[in-house]
């Protein structure tokens, strides 16, 4: 059984500051607001990166429910275009989870490095050290064939 996180967002966050609360989100989470602003961002966000399954809610005193929102995709009857739609979703739990992945690192002290034709996570005092990403010290992402430098794009 999943356990359901909720968040609540402070009046006086910023909008970066709501977005990095956001994207420790997974589908089934909810968002708590005791401000329309911050309501009204929250849901911007939603919309934008078109995260489903996530529950914002407009609390008012005594925690009693003023508003809420779950984002819902558009329906279309096209099997090309759920297709395409199916594309998108995984598109967007992917950037989801990589930035999660991220924030973490950030919260730990890591960075992930893009070495030679890949990825290395180290700490941060020696992201800057170039020597260091070969060191023991510098771990391989195994990206799957994944993942793929520009350059290697334009090569082929």
Not at 47 to 64: E, P
Request: proline content about 2%; glycine content about 4%.
């Amino acid at each position: 059984m999943a356990l359901i996180m909720y968040i609540q967002l402070a009046a006086d966050l910023s909008q970066v500051q709501v977005a990095d609360q956001l994207r420790q989100l997974s589908a089934g989470d909810r968002v708590h607001c005791f401000d329309v602003t911050q309501f009204q961002v929250t849901i911007g966000f939603m919309k934008q990166w078109r995260w489903s399954n996530i529950l914002v809610l407009l609390l008012g005193q005594d925690n009693q429910v003023i508003e809420q929102y779950k984002y819902q995709a558009s329906s279309s009857s096209s099997d090309q275009a759920d297709s395409r739609n199916r594309h998108q979703q995984d598109q967007e739990q992917v950037v989801q989870a990589l930035e999660k992945v991220f924030a973490h690192c950030k919260q730990v002290g890591l960075k992930v490095v893009s070495f030679s034709d890949g990825l290395v996570v180290v700490p941060n005092a020696l992201a800057a050290d170039p020597m260091a990403l070969s060191s023991p010290e510098a771990l391989g992402v195994n990206d799957c064939e994944a993942y793929t430098t520009i350059t290697e794009q334009l090569e082929t």
